[in-house]
């Protein structure tokens, strides 16, 4: 392990680092899988030069205790307390802990730093320490049409004025792309432009581009290496310190949450109507997909899905790339929440393939997850897959009042597992963003989300049940936030896939299910019957 090797040469007693990414989880240069091998959305490393402990979710518990060499690392939960609490058993009063300013943010840092009060932290630059150097690449801004980033902005001025900032900066790319209506399809998985936006009070802002892009010379762009300078020459300075990495640094930097994020995650008429032409060209492409997968059975791979379910894609018009890294879990490596097939651990798939992709669009994002069967499913598959379904069903069946939480819906979905004394470690759904990361906040459907649902707001209902070394099952939609009647709000149903019949048990369904997924397949049959590659 390198970083083992840095911290017996540097003098440092640890090192610590995340998977957070140089601009909000864009970037991180993969060093998290450099470090432990594991590739996943979400974790942290912290070591010493003895010992070293991997930091995961639910979602990659499994995966790290297969892929990742137990003898060299612990495996534990990603949770700020137990990451505190394993440096104060490992690390002594003030020793040096090495960290990259650029992947923790302020509250993140003010944390550590009341909880390991008597602990040095010293930044470095990991660039350097790993030597990943990146190939400078010529921005190709897209610009959507609409032109409404002047009344987006007017969001960010009204915080300035009511606060009395001379500027407030955006840090996460995602809501400065959102803001001034550019996109950048040349990016991997989240076509946000990697730039920090300066609003200042009077109106006037400045993109401060990452250093990597190439770009023509704009009054109003600016490399980011500018920024910090420019920081300095303000009285004071708006900043969501969940967002601003602690690199950036102001005298007078004042805490307000970033005023866009209600907003952003309220889609408005035009983007609507895109994502849901965008979502019928997807559901398009997942029904070749199907078919293509079941007269081929007993010969693909999971390397071969993944490849499939892009080439699929690739025919669909406005397809720029995928949304996230596809999952393609045959039989039981459908166990591990987020599988990712490799050369290594690829396999034929003999039954059950779980399949989770999604595709970024010139003019939305999309997330859909499926898990079929060659052949007939096991008795207590069965179960398991209708008790998901049903969960599933039941959340988009929903109807509730205006002001519900996604805390108070996430129990409709478990609800049928519970039963059964069974659960999921994710969270039922995630905000879907335009064009954008398609885990967009702050909406969930979460056991710990507490943000109200809004109309325009679009969702996943993805429950899902996991038997370690036998089988998993996920069900996954996507579903827009709609007006029901006066004071209450339901969900339209966006994404068009059939579900497995050979899994479903009509025995443990009522009426109203039968009649949901009767409907529900009928109108995929409708919707895409006409639509071609």
């Known amino acids: 392990m390198g970083f083992q090797i840095f911290l017996r040469n540097s003098g440092f007693q640890a090192l610590m680092h995340q998977k957070s990414g ?27 030069a003895s010992r070293a402990a991997l930091f995961v979710d639910s979602r990659y518990s499994l995966a790290a205790r297969q892929t990742v060499a137990c003898g060299k690392f612990e495996i534990l939960n990603l949770k700020r307390e137990e990451i505190t609490e394993w440096m104060e058993g490992n690390t002594s009063p003030g020793g040096g802990i090495a960290y990259d300013p650029e992947f923790y ?31 400078k690449r010529r921005l ?51 076509p946000a432009v990697a730039g920090r936006l300066l609003v200042r009070k009077n109106g006037e802002s400045t993109l401060y581009l ?90 693909i791979s999971e390397l071969e899905a993944v490849g499939k379910l892009r080439y699929f894609r690739e025919l669909r018009k406005d397809f720029v790339g995928e949304s ?50 060659l052949l007939e499913p096991t008795e207590e598959q069965k179960l398991f897959y209708t008790l998901v379904l049903k969960g599933h069903i039941a959340l988009a069946m929903a109807k509730f009042p205006v002001g519900t939480t996604g805390a108070q819906l996430d129990p409709l979905a478990r609800q ?17 963003g335009y064009a954008l990361d398609v885990h967009e906040g702050p909406c969930a459907i979460a056991k710990n989300s507490g943000v109200p649902l809004e109309i325009g707001m679009i969702l996943s209902d993805e429950p899902g049940y996991y038997r370690e070394n ?47 997924l009767r409907d529900y397949h009928e109108k995929v049959e409708s919707s895409l019957g006409t639509t071609k590659a």
């Open 22 to 48: 140089r601009y909000c989880g864009l970037d991180d240069g993969d060093l998290l899988r450099r470090m432990t091998g594991l590739q996943s959305s979400a974790g942290a490393v912290v070591a010493t």
């Open 105 to 135: 943010t302020h509250e993140e840092m003010e944390f550590l730093q009341t909880r390991l009060k008597n602990r040095n932290f010293v930044p470095v630059c990991l660039k350097q320490i790993f030597g990943i150097w990146r190939v």
């Open 140 to 190: 190709e801004v897209h610009r959507l049409p609409g032109g409404t980033s002047d009344k987006k902005i007017s969001f960010v001025l009204e915080a300035i004025h009511k606060n009395r900032l001379e500027a407030y900066l955006i840090c996460d790319p995602c809501t400065v792309s959102w803001l001034l209506d550019i996109r950048d399809f040349d990016r991997k998985y989240i």
């Open 210 to 299: 990452d250093e990597d892009y190439l770009f023509d010379y704009q009054s109003n762009y600016k490399s980011a290496k500018f920024l910090q300078a420019d920081l300095n020459t303000l009285e004071n300075l708006g900043v969501d310190k969940f967002e601003t990495p602690f690199h950036l640094k102001h005298g007078n930097l004042v805490h307000l949450r970033n005023p866009c994020l209600l907003a952003k995650a309220m889609k408005n008429t035009s983007e609507i109507n895109d994502i849901r032409r965008v979502v019928l060209e997807d559901s398009a492409a997942m029904v070749d997909f199907l078919r293509w997968f079941h007269c081929n059975s007993g010969k």
């Open 324 to 373: 996230f890294e596809t999952i393609a879990a045959a039989d039981d490596h459908a166990a591990v929440v987020h599988y990712i097939p490799n050369e290594k651990s690829n396999r034929i798939v003999e039954n059950i393939l779980l399949f989770d992709s999604g595709g970024q669009y010139r003019y939305g994002t999309t997330d859909v997850t499926r898990t079929v069967a």
């Open 416 to 432: 049928f597992l519970w039963k059964y004394s069974s659960d999921y470690g994710h969270s039922t759904g995630h905000g879907v």
């Open 470 to 516: 036998e089988f998993g099952i996920r069900l996954e939609n996507m579903m827009l936030v709609r007006r029901e009647s006066e004071g209450f709000l339901s969900f339209e149903i966006l994404s068009l896939a059939p579900f497995d019949e050979k899994f479903i048990d009509e025995k443990l369904l009522t009426d109203d299910e039968i009649t949901w």
